[in-house]
């Protein structure tokens, strides 16, 4: 179903027909214009829930505009779990810390998606109290892995150090997308405590996890090459080991060449 223009794709957002309401919107996010939020917005509380669904998308491409918290705020408690999925990760997109009160309930809600959803949205806003940061580290040790791998990057995006042993306890998780991102996440706190099990993911069977691990080393900077420089002295069959470390010496010899030059 295609609309001639921009008159007729507005009427078709108001139209009887819900499916009709549907297309009209999809086409809208589709064409990611701006200037159609407005209308989008009139019919976020739409009688259909796959239309609040689309209308949800179809903001989520144009752009989420700052100010939308408390326009989103009554559709985190929709009847649609996908409306409530869509809802709070909009709210993390907005990356509001004001949002942070607002999405915290729903890790207690019914749907799965909704509450990794949530997890996602604490981690794109980046700020958390103390309690959440630990009950997201409980979730590392969730039976779904979804619930794990998002609570692994919320964690590094909110850079909180507790999690450190927990995180380290990650990278030995059975499911290779956990692994690489309980890396990732530790290169985000930039510990000391973290660059040994780094080092062993080196040689872990996945690439994702392996290049998570090179990554999060290399953000380690000096401290990383001091500790590679002695894992090289008592092991000399880790050939991965050399070309890191050479890399982090190079990057410590440029930063201190372009602090000598300033």
């Known amino acids: 179903m295609e609309f001639a223009g921009r008159e007729e794709l507005i009427a078709a957002l108001r139209d009887s027909d819900p499916s009709r309401r549907e297309e009209a919107v999809y086409q809208t ?64 997109e907005t990356r509001d810390p004001g949002c942070v009160q607002d999405i915290v309930p729903l890790l207690d809600d019914a ?54 042993p927990e995180l380290v306890r990650a990278l030995n998780d059975t499911n290779h997308n956990v692994r690489g991102f309980a890396a990732w996440s530790l290169g985000e706190l930039r510990l000391e405590g973290a660059l040994e099990p780094l080092i062993d993911r080196l040689a872990d069977s996945g690439e994702f996890v392996r290049i998570c691990a090179y990554q999060a080393i290399a953000s380690l900077g000096e401290m990383a090459a001091l500790s590679l420089q002695s894992a090289l002295r008592q092991e000399d069959t880790r050939p991965d080991l050399r070309p890191l470390l050479e890399g982090l010496l190079e990057q410590a010899r440029s930063g201190e060449t372009d602090g000598s030059s300033g």
């Open 29 to 92: 996010g589709v064409l990611g214009d701006a200037s159609f939020l407005p209308a989008l917005l009139e019919i976020l509380r739409d009688a259909s829930a796959r239309v609040r669904w689309r209308v949800l998308q179809a903001i989520g491409r144009i752009g989420v505009p700052r100010d939308c918290r408390h326009t989103l705020l009554g559709l985190l408690g929709d009847e649609s779990a996908q409306v409530r999925a869509e809802a709070v990760k909009l709210m993390g």
């Open 111 to 164: 749907d799965p998606q909704v509450r990794c959803r949530t997890i996602e949205a604490l981690g794109e806003i980046g700020q958390a109290t103390e309690p959440v940061l630990r009950r997201l580290i409980t979730c590392l040790g969730h039976e779904d892995y979804r619930f794990r791998m998002h609570a692994a990057i919320c964690l590094g995006k909110c850079r909180y150090g507790p999690a450190l």
